[in-house]
């Protein structure tokens, strides 16, 4: 067999590493997001800016909102179809505060019946809606004046509901035959009510996690007076409920939604606000996730004018999703490395579907004080690569090695060569 000379593995080799480089090269240098969106109801009720969204198995979307139609307000759903949006009206009322699928895929919905004396009953009470698959089976859960208020479905798919009612933090279950109630906390304050945040979700075995400010104060370390969130964590466990309030980069300013992990760990977001003297005062958007014995906390996006939080989902590698805005709607995800933040079409309530592609809602003012539009927006990923540039270091590096690596052997070679 004819040994290569010298010369010639040095090139081979050489072409090797070309070769390589040019291969990481032309790796698309980031994925941009070609949204989509959609007008799903005219006649959106934009007094009660409630719309949840969620994804089925088959990653079509459905959506519980409020809609105002000859003066009265209903609450309605709606469900993607392949080429259209099918729509329901589910009963008069206002606040649809949560929507879920159970695992036959059939809606249930939390919302608020507003008080109507000529039609009777009580004053705002929280009802909760099911899909039986020919009816809306409609339900009083004889919680009266309840805001915020937020469903989950257990294991079983019975509904639970946190809430805030009668200066408490409270929780709901339906036994079978009756909801049974409980006082979580007692230690928020009636004249933060108003601003108070709440979010809920079910962990592993049913396990109940509650995210809520308790109280607010005012942070006087800074040369300005910050009014700041105190936030809280309410579990259930051992038979009661244990209350941890949470130690977050102060002075925190407000409290997005919580979701819960496939390993049954918690996961929220929260702002940090940013001593300012003059308007428009800006915050730092934080994502909170919990390990299983810390909480591990990332700075998303820093000083910017946060006129809503945003929403948070998580996809199916757990990897977190948020919709926000600044003003202008923004859109984060995590990559696995870094966060990689686009601009969308607008924010709003999000959810991330099992391919890793997002759906939005949210009500787009018309110019009427009551009436806007239901809108809905979702994104796939284009590809697109940069124009080739001189490599970066870690490529270098490899580039180098390689190079030394071919002259290394093209000597040994050659001296092994002459020596015969």
Same mark, same amino acid.
């Given at each position: 067999?004819?040994?290569?000379?010298?010369?010639?593995?040095?090139?081979?080799?050489?072409?090797?590493?070309?070769?390589?480089?040019?291969?990481?090269?032309?790796?698309?240098?980031?994925?941009?997001?070609?949204?989509?969106?959609?007008?799903?109801?005219?006649?959106?009720?934009?007094?009660?800016?409630?719309?949840?969204?969620?994804?089925?198995?088959?990653?079509?979307?459905?959506?519980?909102?409020?809609?105002?139609?000859? /003066?009265?307000?209903? $609450? @309605? =759903? +709606? !469900?993607?179809? %392949?080429?259209? #949006?099918?729509?329901? &009206? *589910?009963?008069?009322?206002?606040?649809?505060?949560?929507?879920?699928?159970?695992?036959?895929?059939?809606?249930?919905?939390?919302?608020?019946?507003?008080?109507?004396?000529?039609?009777?009953?009580?004053?705002?009470?929280?009802?909760?809606?099911?899909?039986?698959?020919?009816?809306?089976?409609?339900?009083?859960?004889?919680?009266?004046?309840?805001?915020?208020?937020?469903?989950?479905?257990?294991?079983?798919?019975?509904?639970?509901?946190?809430?805030? /009612?009668?200066?408490? $933090? @409270? =929780? +709901? !279950?339906?036994? %079978?035959?009756? #909801?049974?109630?409980? &006082? *979580?906390?007692?230690?928020?304050?009636?004249?933060?009510?108003?601003?108070?945040?709440?979010?809920?979700?079910?962990?592993?075995?049913?396990?109940?996690?509650?995210?809520?400010?308790?109280?607010?104060?005012?942070?006087?370390?800074?040369?300005?007076?910050?009014?700041?969130?105190?936030?809280?964590?309410?579990?259930?466990?051992?038979?009661?409920?244990?209350?941890?309030?949470?130690?977050?980069?102060?002075?925190?300013?407000?409290?997005?939604?919580?979701?819960?992990?496939?390993?049954?760990?918690?996961?929220?977001?929260?702002?940090?606000?940013?001593?300012?003297?003059?308007?428009?005062?800006?915050?730092?958007?934080?994502?909170?996730?919990?390990?299983?014995?810390?909480?591990?906390?990332?700075?998303?996006?820093?000083?910017?004018?946060?006129?809503?939080?945003?929403?948070?989902?998580?996809?199916?590698?757990?990897?977190?999703?948020?919709?926000?805005?600044?003003?202008?709607?923004?859109?984060?995800?995590?990559?696995?490395?870094?966060?990689?933040?686009?601009?969308?079409?607008?924010?709003?309530?999000?959810?991330?579907?099992?391919?890793?592609?997002?759906?939005?809602?949210?009500?787009?003012?018309?110019?009427?004080?009551?009436?806007?539009?239901?809108?809905?927006?979702?994104?796939?990923?284009?590809?697109?690569?940069?124009?080739?540039?001189?490599?970066?270091?870690?490529?270098?590096?490899?580039?180098?090695?390689?190079?030394?690596?071919?002259?290394?052997?093209?000597?040994?070679?050659?001296?092994?060569?002459?020596?015969?």
């Amino acid at each position: 067999m004819k040994k290569k000379s010298p010369l010639s593995a040095f090139l081979s080799m050489l072409l090797l590493s070309m070769l390589l480089v040019t291969f990481c090269l032309a790796v698309p240098a980031y994925a941009a997001l070609s949204w989509s969106v959609q007008t799903v109801d005219e006649n959106g009720a934009s007094l009660y800016s409630h719309c949840p969204i969620v994804v089925d198995q088959n990653n079509t979307p459905h959506i519980a909102y409020n809609a105002l139609v000859n /003066g009265t307000y209903f $609450v @309605k =759903y +709606a !469900r993607w179809n %392949g080429s259209g #949006w099918n729509t329901q &009206t *589910v009963a008069v009322g206002t606040d649809a505060y949560s929507l879920l699928l159970d695992v036959n895929g059939n809606p249930h919905i939390l919302y608020q019946y507003l008080h109507v004396p000529h039609l009777g009953g009580p004053l705002n009470e929280l009802m909760y809606a099911s899909w039986t698959g020919r009816k809306w089976d409609i339900q009083y859960t004889g919680i009266i004046e309840a805001n915020p208020a937020t469903l989950a479905l257990d294991s079983l798919g019975n509904p639970h509901i946190a809430y805030v /009612g009668d200066d408490a $933090v @409270k =929780y +709901a !279950r339906w036994t %079978g035959t009756s #909801w049974a109630i409980e &006082t *979580v906390d007692t230690t928020i304050e009636l004249q933060e009510i108003s601003k108070l945040r709440l979010s809920f979700a079910l962990g592993l075995n049913n396990k109940p996690y509650i995210l809520y400010t308790a109280s607010s104060y005012a942070d006087y370390s800074q040369a300005v007076s910050i009014r700041a969130i105190n936030v809280t964590l309410a579990t259930y466990q051992n038979f009661s409920w244990k209350i941890q309030p949470l130690s977050l980069p102060p002075p925190t300013g407000d409290l997005g939604n919580l979701v819960v992990a496939s390993k049954g760990f918690p996961h929220f977001l929260c702002t940090q606000r940013v001593p300012s003297e003059n308007p428009p005062y800006l915050q730092n958007v934080l994502y909170a996730s919990w390990n299983g014995s810390a909480w591990n906390l990332q700075t998303v996006v820093s000083n910017v004018y946060l006129p809503s939080i945003g929403f948070l989902a998580l996809d199916s590698h757990d990897y977190p999703h948020i919709s926000y805005s600044t003003g202008e709607p923004m859109y984060a995800s995590w990559t696995g490395t870094a966060w990689d933040i686009q601009t969308a079409d607008f924010a709003g309530y999000l959810v991330v579907d099992a391919n890793g592609n997002p759906h939005i809602t949210n009500y787009v003012e018309t110019g009427s004080r009551f009436v806007s539009h239901l809108m809905y927006a979702t994104a796939t990923e284009t590809a697109q690569t940069t124009s080739p540039t001189f490599p970066a270091l870690p490529l270098l590096l490899v580039f180098t090695v390689v190079i030394i690596g071919a002259v290394v052997i093209a000597v040994y070679v050659w001296r092994k060569k002459t020596k015969h």
